[in-house]
């Protein structure tokens, strides 16, 4: 389920990619995942045709993830049937249930994005660690809002996080605080997308590096 090549100490997600010049600057730049947006209406939403082509050029080690909302399992494996994703990352209200149908059905892993605000999302953290396979701790949305805002998860409670199942810190993440957020949190695995773009939903292979290079330089 984990990458196996990967050259940077904490390992590092580059999500929302869109064309294959940020696929090949995001993968030379030592990324462990690369992840796809299949929502519609997404900024970086690509077609299963677009992430099919796309995925060509990730090299075998490096593990392709796509990004739902709210999907059936037989959407999703619409997608799959022409992409050929690695790992399934579910970022809308799926409950536990929900997870566990998915995984079974399209027979992929499956990484549950959990939205943190206070204490008593841990509790919903606890309940997905049981059926998923990894958690992506998140900035918690207002009610009827969407993730991926850009915004910082609330780190101290995610400090308090005591799973074992494996997990990644998202929300709002740049070159500029990963170490902090690392620092406190303890977040071995990140994801990162608007903190790596010149624009909504436009990577930048300048900021794809830096980030790259900011994760590699964090101490052990």
Do not use: Y
């Not at 940020?22 to 030592?30: I, L, Q």
């Not at 709210?70 to 799959?80: A, E, F, K, V």
């Not at 809308?92 to 008593?120: F, L, Y």
């Amino acid at each position: 389920m984990t990458p196996e090549n990967t050259n940077n100490l904490v390992g590092v997600k580059i999500c929302g990619l869109t064309n294959p010049e940020d696929v090949a600057c995001a993968v030379e730049a030592g990324a462990a995942f690369i992840g796809f947006v299949f929502v519609p209406g997404s900024p970086r939403f690509v077609s299963a045709e677009q992430a099919a082509q796309l995925i060509a050029h990730v090299p075998e080690g490096i593990m392709t993830v796509g990004l739902f909302a709210n999907q059936s399992p037989t959407q999703i494996q619409d997608i799959l049937d022409v992409a050929p994703l690695g790992m399934l990352q579910l970022h809308g209200q799926e409950s536990p249930q929900d997870v566990a149908k998915i995984r079974s059905a399209n027979m992929r892993p499956v990484m549950k994005a959990i939205g943190i605000g206070t204490i008593n999302d841990l509790a919903e953290a606890r309940a997905h660690a049981q059926v998923a396979d990894m958690l992506l701790f998140d900035h918690k949305p207002g009610a009827g809002l969407a993730g991926g805002t850009g915004k910082l998860a609330d780190w101290p409670t995610i400090a308090q996080w005591r799973g074992r199942k494996p997990w990644m810190l998202a929300g709002g993440l740049n070159e500029k605080n990963i170490a902090q957020a690392v620092a406190e949190t303890g977040a071995g695995l990140l994801d990162v997308s608007s903190g790596v773009e010149r624009s909504r939903g436009v990577k930048d292979c300048g900021l794809i590096k830096a980030f790259m290079q900011a994760a590699k330089n964090l101490p052990i």
